[in-house]
């Protein structure tokens, strides 16, 4: 009879394609890898509500501040689920902060780079929560149960994420020669880094053998980034946009497009915090983390106080 308690029943479970649940034995690897994904996925969530956020005073309507404003509230609501499905392996959202705050851990190298004028925001919509919906859409078969169910509730909101980001673009495609060249700019500068939000080639992912075993990852970072390319080129050629890739072509063979080479250098500098706007971005979090420490206390205290009612009672 197979010991429920050791790691090849384990890996038995998850070949059998079986979730697994918070309270089920799991190899500590397993565990560390998970809050180790999970929370740089939450820290990705709501840092990337600054970019964003620095755009709903200077949306160009009223239309356009509502869709802004919608998605922005999504995806700290998609933090929430996941910082949720972290703790449930075992840590404390303060330790999670912690790790953040102090650089122990990174969020998505696209989040520091700087959203210039409107076109950056469509460009965000399309381009990053383009490769946001290609890489989640994925993660919601991962095998850790909690993830995979954060992942389905998310994915039904992020295609409208990138269906109103592409709609910027469009619209500034037929607008004026400086709209179109404002779009054209904007995907300029966007295009490469949304292609490093999927990691580093599978040759280069320390971690990829370890989530391909455990089914945490169910597609490698090259196989994601090449859907994403395959789709988008696609959806510029639509528009009108042209891909900054001189090398970009399509390979008849393989049924893919070939792209040229992506600038590691830039990746390693942008997530080890050498980007253009990492300091802001962590200066910022850590400013109004601390001006919101007064709610926290004060939800607490609550608790607290509820709990000595219910006690009082029992
Ligand atoms: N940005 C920052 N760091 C990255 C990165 C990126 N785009 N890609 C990889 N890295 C880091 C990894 O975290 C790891 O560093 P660590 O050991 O300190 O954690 C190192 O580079 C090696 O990369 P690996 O490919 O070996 O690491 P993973 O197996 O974890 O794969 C990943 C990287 C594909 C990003 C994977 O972690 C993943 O799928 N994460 C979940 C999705 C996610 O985090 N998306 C972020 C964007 S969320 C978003 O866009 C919100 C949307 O609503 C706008």
Known sequence: MHNEHTNQHFQLR?????????????????????????????HSEVIGMQPEGNWITRAPS???????LAKIQDEGGHGLYLYSAAETLGISRVELIDQLH?????????????????????????????AAIVNQVSLQ???????SRAMVR?????????????????NMMKGTKEQREMAQDAMNRWWWPALMMFGPHDTD????????KWKIKRETN????QKFIDKTVQQAEIIGLTIPDKDLKFNEKTGHYDIGKI???EFHRVINGNGPCNKQRMEHHIKYHNEGAWVREAAEAYKKKRLAKQLEIA
């Open 14 to 42: 998850i070949d059998n394609g079986e979730y697994i649940e918070a309270k089920d034995y799991m190899p500590d690897g397993y565990r560390k890898h998970l809050i180790r994904q999970i929370s740089q996925h939450a």
């Open 62 to 68: 009223l239309r356009s501040k509502q869709i802004l």
């Open 102 to 130: 102090s650089g122990k851990a990174k969020y998505s190298n696209i989040f520091n780079y700087p959203a210039l004028n409107w076109a950056d925001i469509g460009a965000i919509g399309w381009l990053v929560d383009g």
């Open 141 to 147: 078969r991962t095998s850790y149960g909690p993830y």
């Open 154 to 170: 998310i994915c039904k909101e992020e295609s409208f994420h990138q269906r109103q980001g592409y709609e910027i673009m469009a």
């Open 205 to 212: 992912s320390p971690h990829s053998s370890d989530a391909v």
């Open 222 to 225: 090259d196989e994601l980034r």
């Open 263 to 265: 600038n590691w250098d």
